[in-house]
């Protein structure tokens, strides 16, 4: 996460923590069920301070963050308090689990206290940072951010793993933009971390566009395959003497796979209105792109997006990024879908 997104974070808080009382929400929530402890008092019914929390909860608009800024808002203590974690857990508190109101009332006042020290923590960082944050260069062009990981089988090792993957994402990025009158030279590199190495690429809006599509497509393909492969593996344990079963499913999860890239294809050619006839060289490099940036994220391999804010216009309209925003969104909950499946079924193997 670079400056400028951190910055950006805190009046994010702002506006989402602050201004919305999410605080003072669940403190009302908090007080009443505190009274349910006290043997003298007459208990009251906490459901209007719960629907108060709640409709405060589901507004909070996780989707104007990156992935990196979920993060860091996690070791604030503020993510898992908002958004429909935050009301899944509250549930829990309040009726899933056997009811101990001395337990919830203290576990309430704990995630407050909690939000409060993120609160505080975050005022403190955007007052170190005033005046010392300039506009990064992409949001100053109008463009999107796409944070690329190269994570576990993606997964970049040595000079030999940089050469293969700078390939195969020169064709990723080549393949896009030429669908959109673009050339490779287009897609920008404006930076990169080291450890799990990230790559930092500046797209105009509308490559960004396509790629999100032929990810949330592949992800979902990625669902498919790995639930098809997940049985395949069920019944290898039951250790029948035919295995058949087994590697029919395994050719099955082939098949979807590449059925599922000619499907993504298909959709992209047409979102990106390409002319069979006309543009078969477009074509043909973007169906390329849509095989390679699939096995990319069957890989293991992340792609984030970071979309700088839109000025509102007088008359209130909505974001022209709010579609991206959105699909970014889906993105980053199917890939946390996936990772805990991954690991669910790398244990089940150990």
């Avoid at 104007?64 to 549930?91: M, N, R, W, Y």
């Avoid at 007052?127 to 944050?133: I, N, P, Q």
Wanted: with cysteine; net charge negative.
């Amino acid at each position: 996460m670079n400056v400028s997104e951190l910055y950006a974070l805190t009046y994010w808080i702002d506006e989402e923590i602050r201004q919305t009382e999410v605080v003072n929400r669940y403190q009302q929530l908090q007080s009443v069920i505190q009274r349910h402890t006290q043997p003298n008092q007459q208990k009251a019914s906490f459901e209007q301070e719960k629907e108060n929390l709640f409709s405060v909860l589901k507004d909070v608009a996780l989707e104007k963050l990156s992935k990196d800024q979920i993060t860091f808002l996690e070791h604030l203590g503020i993510a898992e308090a908002v958004g429909s974690e935050g009301i899944s857990s509250v549930e829990d508190l309040l009726f899933r689990n056997v009811i101990d109101v001395a337990n919830t009332a203290q576990k309430l006042a704990n995630r407050i206290q909690k939000i409060n020290e993120g609160l505080t923590k975050s005022h403190k960082i955007q007052e170190g940072l005033e005046g010392c944050v300039s506009y990064e260069e992409y949001e100053e062009s109008d463009e999107v951010l796409m944070r690329v990981s190269f994570t576990k089988r993606a997964a970049i090792s040595n000079i030999s793993d940089l050469k293969t993957w700078g390939g195969i994402w020169y064709e990723i990025g080549r393949g896009i933009a030429m669908a959109h009158d673009s050339s490779p030279e287009d897609v920008r590199v404006i930076g990169a971390t080291k450890g799990s190495i990230i790559i930092e690429l500046a797209v105009a809006a509308s490559v960004a566009g396509t790629a999100s599509t032929i990810i949330l497509s592949a992800l979902k393909v990625a669902d498919k395959v790995l639930d098809i492969r997940k049985k395949a593996e069920e019944i290898r344990g039951m250790k029948l003497k035919n295995d058949k079963l087994a590697l029919d499913l395994e050719k099955e999860a082939e098949n979807e796979k590449e059925s599922g890239i000619k499907d993504i294809s298909k959709v992209v050619i047409k979102k990106c209105s390409l002319n069979a006839k006309q543009e078969g060289d477009k074509i043909t490099a973007l169906e390329n792109s849509v095989k390679k940036l699939v096995s990319f994220i069957e890989d293991g391999g992340e792609v984030d997006f970071v979309i700088p804010e839109d000025e509102e216009s007088e008359e209130g309209e909505i974001s022209r990024n709010e579609d991206l925003r959105l699909a970014f969104q889906e993105i980053r909950q199917l890939e946390s879908k996936l990772n805990l499946l991954t690991e669910n079924s790398a244990q089940q193997s150990e």
